[in-house]
């Protein structure tokens, strides 16, 4: 099992900037790629970016390009998302998730999921 604990959720105005964190423990050495997803009030669970624990390759979806930055930290088994230029759009809860595979990774399925932290752009 790997367990995972976001933090850095907040209220910001537009155009301004979070950093989320990501903890991850338990069977850390079984994850592949860790991600960060969104779920905003009456949209369904987004992707929003993921990192690869080797090699440190990254993704994104197309409306977060340029504006966030996913970063694993291997040492501290942590990944973070730096958020900036929010926009009002980004208003949703953030969840962390860990996938042990490519194919988790490659679908969107991941196996281990934080409880979440919230994130409010006010405009």
């Known amino acids: 099992q790997v367990q995972l604990v976001e933090s850095g959720g907040g209220l910001v105005q537009a155009g301004g900037s979070l950093r989320l964190s990501c903890a991850a423990s338990?069977?850390?050495?079984?994850?592949?790629?860790m991600g960060w997803f969104r779920h905003a009030p009456g949209k369904e669970r987004a992707f929003v970016a993921a990192v690869t624990w080797s090699g440190g390759s990254t993704y994104y979806t197309d409306s977060v390009k340029g504006r966030f930055t996913i970063a694993g930290d291997n040492a501290k088994n942590t990944v973070f998302l730096q958020m900036n230029s929010l926009k009002p759009g980004d208003t949703a809860v953030y969840y962390c998730?860990?996938?042990?595979?490519?194919?988790?990774?490659?679908?969107?399925?991941?196996?281990?999921w934080g409880q979440g932290t919230q994130v409010t752009v006010s405009s």
């Open positions: 338990g069977r850390t050495f079984s994850t592949y790629a």
């Open positions: 998730a860990a996938t042990p595979s490519r194919y988790g990774l490659a679908t969107g399925r991941y196996d281990y």
